[in-house]
């Protein structure tokens, strides 16, 4: 049987169960607002919700997808230490239940499903991936107007609301020009003139990459996710750099994850840098133009 934790309605999820649909693998699906209680029945962990109950004895593989991965009741009690107390025994068998189904066959963890960029960035200079110079600061005294970008180091890039009925999302950008005064720490990075840039799919050794022509659209030249919907950028399949490759796969065993999507640049000096990973990142489109069925392939490896 095979776990899925993910987000209600999210739509990659919904591709690979058609895929398990049709190799007729049994799965469990659980969503982000199901919450599990832990019980011992037979001498063995069950959990149950409103919608799901399993043995995790009956669990062989896992994906953690999204969703924040499984959540638990936990009971209330009137008297503060017995709250304090019951609490800690709750934290321990949620803890064990965790780590026994990710010492399963796996696409990913809820443990380290959150990445840090910085750290990332700092992992992948020990792999040996050349990355653009970078560094956080709290002013513009050190920043080259039109030589440098900015963008966001956290995971989340899309503001929820940001304006009335619709969510704001965090694009890279060029700085044009020097701030007076100081400000929270930001990122800032040397801006790497490109031939085209590259997204790298990864599962368990295995890369498949597509070359983005986003140079030669104004709209998406520093940042392809301003998608330009009327010239859509070509988007080909593509074959990383053995070596490069090697050094990728190097930095997702250094990291523990086993599966994501890295973003490179191939420059006009004909380097190809490293930019980051987003393991919980949407891979579909790009499959699909370039005929890779990594839905399939998830599908086949769960």
Request: charged share 25%.
């Amino acid at each position: 049987m095979i776990l899925i934790l993910s987000s209600n309605a999210e739509i990659t999820t919904d591709a690979v169960i058609m895929w398990l649909n049709d190799l007729k693998k049994a799965y469990i699906r659980v969503h982000e607002d199901e919450f599990f209680e832990i019980k011992i029945i037979n001498k063995k962990f069950f959990l149950e919700s409103y919608r799901n109950r399993f043995f995790i004895d009956d669990i062989s593989s896992v994906w953690y997808r999204r969703g924040g991965g499984l959540k638990f009741k936990r009971g209330q009690y009137h008297h503060e230490a017995v709250n304090q107390n019951m609490n800690e025994a709750h934290y321990w068998l949620e803890d064990y239940v965790i780590k026994k189904l990710e010492a399963k066959k796996h696409i990913n963890k809820q443990s380290n499903s959150r990445l840090n960029k910085l750290w990332v960035l700092e992992e992948a200079q020990k792999a040996g991936l050349k990355v653009p110079r970078y560094f956080l600061a709290e002013n513009t005294d050190d920043v080259i107007p039109g030589k440098m970008i900015t963008k966001s180091f956290t995971e989340n890039v899309i503001l929820k609301s940001a304006y009335e009925h619709q969510d704001g999302m965090l694009y890279t950008a060029v700085v044009t020009q020097q701030e007076q005064g100081s400000f929270f720490p930001t990122f800032f990075q040397d801006k790497i003139e490109k031939e085209y840039e590259i997204r790298s799919f990864y599962l368990d050794g295995k890369i498949w990459s597509t070359a983005i022509m986003s140079q030669k659209d104004k709209q998406t030249e520093t940042d392809h996710r301003k998608y330009n919907t009327a010239v859509p950028n070509r988007n080909v399949p593509y074959d990383l750099p053995l070596e490069t490759g090697q050094k990728l796969n190097e930095l997702f065993l250094a990291l523990d994850i086993n599966c994501g999507s890295a973003d490179f640049i191939k420059g006009k000096d004909g380097q190809f840098y490293f930019l980051e990973i987003n393991p919980l990142g949407q891979f579909l489109g790009l499959s699909a133009v370039c005929n890779y069925a990594l839905d399939k392939e998830i599908a086949l490896y769960l």
